[in-house]
């Protein structure tokens, strides 16, 4: 059963940072990519990033330059590095395999 977990979420200052998690079981995690997606309340799902199974990388143009997408293929698990967090990154955070596998999501609220 393929099963993906996020954790890491939670409230931060703007200008404040956060690491999200995103384990994952199931599957051969190292010859898969996997994605993070987020939804903000109101508005529908947002693709952030994607890293490839050699560790290519793409990121949205709307975190690029503060959001780092990164994998450990020893634990399974991806991670997405968040900085300089603004109250537009405010959402529901989800990893992916494939759009095809979901998380359960992790909520971050970036507010003062």
């Known amino acids: 059963e393929v099963r993906l977990v996020e954790s890491g979420g939670g409230l931060v200052q703007p200008g404040g940072s956060l690491r999200l998690s995103c384990s994952a079981s199931?599957?051969?995690?190292?010859?898969?990519?996997i994605n993070w997606v987020r939804q903000a309340p109101g508005k529908g799902p947002e693709w952030v990033s994607v890293?490839?199974?050699?560790?290519?990388?793409y990121i949205s143009d709307s975190v690029k330059g503060r959001f780092t997408i990164s994998r450990d293929n020893v634990d399974n698990t991806v991670y997405l590095q968040m900085n300089i967090v603004k109250p537009e990154d405010t959402g529901m955070y989800y990893c992916?395999?494939?759009?095809?596998?979901w998380g359960q999501g992790t909520q971050v609220t970036v507010s003062s």
């Open positions: 199931g599957f051969t995690f190292g010859a898969y990519e």
């Open positions: 992916n395999v494939g759009h095809l596998y």
């Open positions: 890293i490839a199974v050699d560790g290519t990388t």
